[in-house]
């Protein structure tokens, strides 16, 4: 499986940003789907996820309530809707893939290569 994550940019506290990852070489459809978050120097955080289904997502307690992750297996995609956007909220965001739901990255097995979310005050 391929991710390929788009949709970061800079913008203001406040601002909302919409997060598309679309697959290649495999569906989806089976998968849990997730976004993590991570700025230099730290670990990569988990920020987000959903089943396969799409009926189920949990969030870290961070962003409950501003963000919203959401999946097309039609379309073999998985969108992370970001509204209220904060500086803290600067990082670059990655999708993932994993056979179950996790908040550890070491459970996703499959990585995009990440977009740059900057957010200024």
């Known amino acids: 499986v391929q991710l390929q994550a788009s949709g970061g940019g800079m913008v203001q506290a406040g601002d909302s940003l919409r997060l598309s990852c679309a697959a290649s070489?495999?569906?989806?459809?089976?998968?849990?789907l997730a976004w993590f978050r991570q700025v230099p120097g730290k670990e990569r955080d988990f920020v987000a996820n959903?089943?396969?289904?799409?009926?189920?997502?949990a969030y870290v307690d961070s962003v409950k309530g501003r963000f919203t992750i959401s999946r097309d297996n039609g379309k073999n995609t998985v969108h992370l809707q970001m509204n209220r956007l904060k500086p803290e909220d600067t990082a670059v965001y990655y999708c993932a893939a994993g056979d179950r739901a996790s908040g550890s990255r070491f459970a996703y097995d499959y990585w995009g290569q990440g977009t740059q979310v900057t957010v200024s005050s």
């Open positions: 070489g495999r569906t989806l459809s089976t998968y849990t």
């Open positions: 959903i089943n396969w289904s799409g009926d189920v997502a």
